[in-house]
């Protein structure tokens, strides 16, 4: 039996549902195919189960391309304050937490819930545990499960990126892409916590669970938020962040003290300069621990105006090489994806093969940490969902 719709959206997640709600308010019929059994799985347990939806401040300036313009179109047409409206007039209360990141109040359930009462108004039929094993283009796109056939006008991939298997992420979305003959980029674990060398973790990792506000930094990139020590190495935001921008084999900069003169006491009082007035000094910053070890590690071997200038330089550019990442599994999101070279920016449609669109993380357009990838989500799926109603039935 062949079942028969307008548009097919492969993925229920946030741009999957996003660009399905969209195509059928405006009268299309949408059916979404799910691999898991429910909707929405990365989404509950995002921002720690409460769900960081979008960012007040996002700027495509805070989104990683090959492209770095690729994502304006999109951002413009679908903003946050779209989203925002979408969340009040559900009645979900939600807080900024901090540099712009809304969260919801109670769980990410509300916007779960929202987008499966969205989709149900929106007449779209949701085929839920169930595996494509081929899709083929003559006419229609033909998608083949164990049990089922499904045909449309239309095909949308929104099934993501490597990120969390255990969340059931897979590269399926690529090789539709590769099938098709849409360039896809290197693809690779971010917003991930990095891992030391033997000898770096040796030095530091039974430190885990130490933490301080830092700048890390790569190139052009600067980061200023919370950094951990953990078992393996380095993790907390700022070095989620930075992790989406550094490659195999690079160092990243870490500011250990942004703002702040560590070595100012030691340079006022010549006769009291040694290791214990530093530890001192860096406690005052840092936490104790890891002031102690850092200074065992890196103190001058004298305590002169030219050895406390390089100890003041170092603590503000500690070069770290890690040795890799954690992976996928701990990755909250994956850096490349379907080359934007392919696509539509304002429709998200392939160029060379009308009536197949990719939108959200299967793109290569990565955004930084705090709700940014949310919106890229939002938008990514809008525009294909609404575009998809203006086309012939």
Not at 101 to 116: H, K, M, P, V, Y
Not at 128 to 143: C, D, N, P
Not at 148 to 157: E, F, H, N, P, Q
Request: charged residues 25%; hydrophobic residues 40%; proline residues 4%.
């Amino acid at each position: 039996m062949e079942l028969v719709f307008d548009v097919i959206v492969l993925g229920a997640g946030a741009a999957g549902l996003m660009c399905a709600i969209e195509a059928g308010k405006r009268g299309r019929k949408v059916a979404v195919i799910e691999r898991s059994e429910r909707p929405g799985k990365k989404i509950l347990i995002s921002g720690g189960g409460r769900c960081n939806f979008t960012n007040l401040h996002c700027r495509p300036e805070n989104f990683l391309s090959s492209n770095p313009h690729f994502a304006k179109s999109a951002l413009a047409r679908y903003t946050p304050a779209d989203f925002i409206a979408l969340v009040r007039r559900y009645g979900i209360a939600y807080h900024e937490k901090t540099l712009g990141q809304l969260f919801c109040d109670n769980s990410a359930r509300d916007i779960t819930g929202l987008l499966e009462a969205e989709f149900r108004a929106s007449g779209g039929q949701l085929f839920s545990g169930e595996a494509v094993t081929a899709i083929h283009k003559t006419e229609y796109f033909v998608l083949k499960g164990y049990a089922k056939t499904w045909r449309a006008d239309a095909l949308v991939v929104a099934t993501g990126g490597l990120s969390i298997p255990r969340m059931g992420a897979t590269g399926f979305g690529y090789d539709i892409a590769r099938q098709f003959g849409i360039k896809v980029r290197e693809c690779r674990p971010a917003l991930v916590p990095l891992t030391l060398s033997t000898e770096d973790a040796r030095r530091y990792c039974d430190l885990a669970g130490a933490s301080a506000e830092v700048v890390a930094s790569h190139r052009k990139q600067r980061f200023r938020e919370k950094m951990l020590i953990t078992h393996r190495g380095l993790s907390g935001p700022a070095i989620l962040q930075i992790s989406s921008y550094w490659r195999e084999g690079e160092s990243i900069g870490i500011d250990l003290a942004p703002g702040r003169d560590l070595t100012a006491s030691l340079r006022a009082s010549p006769a009291g300069r040694d290791l214990g007035a530093a530890k001192d000094a860096f406690r005052a910053a840092l936490p104790g621990r890891f002031a102690d070890r850092w200074l065992a590690l890196h103190a001058p071997a004298r305590w002169t105006d030219r050895g406390l200038a390089e100890l003041e330089r170092r603590a503000h550019s500690w070069a770290v090489t890690p040795e890799g990442t954690e992976g996928y599994d701990k990755a909250e999101v994956t850096v490349g994806g379907v080359d934007t070279d392919e696509l539509s920016s304002t429709t998200m449609e392939v160029k060379k093969v009308p009536g197949l669109f990719f939108v959200g993380e299967v793109v290569d357009v990565t955004g930084h940490l705090g709700g940014f990838n949310f919106q890229w989500a939002w938008s990514s799926g809008f525009c294909a969902g609404s575009y998809l109603a203006k086309l012939p039935a």
